[in-house]
């Protein structure tokens, strides 16, 4: 949220305007997005599924005593929660 905070401040000193000049999208949601000036659109984690499937993958490693034959990679799709920054509203 600092960083974020610093990139607004620097894109207001050079009256660079959100979502007029420029969109602004966030990777992560944070506490207070919503609250900005221009609210920040972001991507939210499925932190719930993230980690039952984590918990899933090492149980799956701890009956098998660890001899899995297979690395995982697990895609798990992100909520976009669409706000002012982006200038679509």
Request: charged fraction near 20%; glycine fraction near 6%.
């Amino acid at each position: 949220m600092l960083n974020l905070y610093i990139q607004l401040c620097l894109l207001f000193k050079k009256e660079i305007r959100i979502p007029q000049d420029i969109a602004l999208v966030s990777m992560e949601e944070g506490i207070g997005f919503d609250l900005l000036h221009s609210p920040v659109t972001s991507l939210k984690k499925p932190l719930s599924g993230m980690a039952l499937k984590a918990a899933n993958m090492i149980w799956t490693e701890v009956k098998n005593a660890g001899k899995g034959k297979y690395k995982r990679q697990v895609n798990i799709t992100p909520e976009l929660i669409v706000r002012k920054s982006c200038g679509t509203l």
